[in-house]
């Protein structure tokens, strides 16, 4: 007997968790966005290069929600991640299958219980918001990993869901994120520049080949064999996302709370436990912190 597939519960339908949801309904998952109070089902539409697509997704309360959540989609943005938790307090235990999509590191760290599985996703997927109901999506590689073994489901889901791939270990994958966007995103939210201002502003490369320098220290000293040479691995993506604005960027703008936490924040904890300093990263992070 063919096992059914998963029912995801959804924190956070942004831009992200949104095209998540979308990969997943294709592939016959069911996706339920998880609200403080019942709320009319969330529209949106998705503007592929080859298609626009739109997407209808129920809204769910607490008070709805089954008695264990099995499957829990995290998709909200980094510092409003307890808050999200919230909402389906009482409702996780160790069997739920947690994948987790959100830039940075470290923002469900002591917030599950004990033994909860969480997937890692990581994707290089630009996706632009137009509106509160349209969004353009570049489509490029995604990555799933953490386990030992990959889910049952993935083979069929990577039948709906464009170059994703399964990664065991993914930690080099997120860290070579990590170190873009604690690159890329402070300097032009800082800055209030594109992405492509880091290539053509001989000051702010600087600054990014300092932030690099002292990832790239620190990453050496957690594994030994990782490569390093993060700024020509950061360039190559300024210089491919050089219209772009960054999120840190498009959150400053409108004077949202920034992910710098869980982002340049989770590299300076780690320095700190090893006895390090990264004095560059250390002073963007105070420099994008409302006192």
Not at 16 to 39: D, E, I, K, Q
Not at 87 to 112: C, E, I, K, P, Y
Not at 194 to 202: C, E, R, S, T, W
Not at 219 to 245: H, I, M
Request: with cysteine; charged share 15%.
């Amino acid at each position: 007997m063919t096992e059914s597939l998963p029912h995801w519960y959804l924190l956070g339908a942004g831009n992200m968790g949104t095209l998540a949801a979308w990969y997943l309904t294709r592939a016959g998952h069911a996706v339920s966005v998880v609200t403080n109070s019942p709320t009319p089902p969330r529209h949106k539409q998705l503007i592929f290069s080859d298609q626009n697509a739109s997407l209808t997704l129920p809204c769910v309360s607490p008070a709805q929600l089954p008695d264990t959540i099995a499957y829990l989609l995290v998709a909200s943005k980094t510092p409003y991640t307890e808050a999200a938790l919230r909402r389906v307090s009482g409702h996780l235990n160790s069997t739920t299958q947690v994948l987790r999509f959100q830039n940075g590191m470290g923002a469900l760290d002591g917030r599950l219980p004990p033994g909860t599985n969480v997937l890692e996703a990581i994707t290089t997927s630009a996706v632009k918001g137009q509106s509160p109901q349209h969004t353009i999506v570049a489509e490029n590689t995604t990555w799933l990993g953490g386990l030992s073994q990959p889910p049952e489901w993935l083979a069929g889901l990577q039948r709906h869901w464009p170059d994703l791939r399964w990664e065991a270990d993914i930690r080099f994958v997120q860290w070579k994120k990590l170190v873009a966007n604690a690159v890329i995103n402070p300097l032009t939210a800082l800055h209030d520049v594109p992405n492509g201002a880091l290539v053509d502003d001989p000051a702010l490369q600087q600054a990014a080949r300092a932030l690099c320098a002292e990832a790239d220290t620190l990453l050496t000293t957690l594994d030994s064999s990782w490569p390093g040479n993060s700024f020509s691995a950061v360039l190559q993506v300024a210089r491919a996302t050089a219209g772009n604005t960054s999120s840190m960027r498009a959150d400053r703008q409108r004077g949202a709370i920034t992910e710098i936490e869980a982002i340049n924040g989770w590299l300076l904890r780690q320095a700190q436990r090893h006895g390090m300093d990264l004095p560059t990263h250390r002073r963007l992070i105070e420099a994008l912190t409302p006192t």
